[in-house]
């Protein structure tokens, strides 16, 4: 006799009946919810149509100045490079982006970064590889 210790109160049997109860209610295609107010509400006419998905372009509001690539591709530099990292040089750049895993492209971009600057933010290592920023106002 095997005896199990967990923190699960119900036993296979018992769980397998409570998914054969809640089936349709899991694959429901119409709303659940007793309280409207707590219904998801689709994007207004108004706001943009946000892409997530890796095969999608960025869709949500671009800086003039910026296609929807550059957008992208800087959020993703941001993303492998963090907050803690500034100011910093080409060098510190590089190893940060490979001790998170960073694309080899990413990588490779931040290669052809000038050797004895540092960087301040995220902003100016795009400015510094060519990726097309967006333009201030006066």
């Known amino acids: 006799m ?17 998914k054969k109860q809640l089936r349709g209610q899991l694959t429901a295609e119409r709303s659940l919810r007793t309280d409207e107010e707590h ?61 998170n895993n960073a694309p080899d492209r990413l990588v490779a971009m931040a290669e052809r970064l000038p050797a004895h600057e540092r960087f301040g933010n995220v902003q100016s290592i795009a400015e510094a590889v060519g990726i097309t920023t967006e333009h201030r106002r006066a």
């Open 39 to 99: 219904e998801l509400q689709p994007a207004g006419e108004d706001q943009p149509v946000a892409a997530w998905s890796p095969e999608s372009d960025f869709r949500g509001g671009t800086p003039s100045g910026m296609t929807e690539q550059d957008v992208g591709l800087r959020s993703e530099l941001a993303q492998h490079l963090g907050r803690s990292l500034y100011p910093a040089d080409k060098n510190a750049i590089i190893e940060t982006l490979r001790r």
């Open 2 to 18: 095997v005896m199990e210790h967990g923190t699960d109160k119900t036993g296979p049997a018992r769980d397998d009946v409570m």
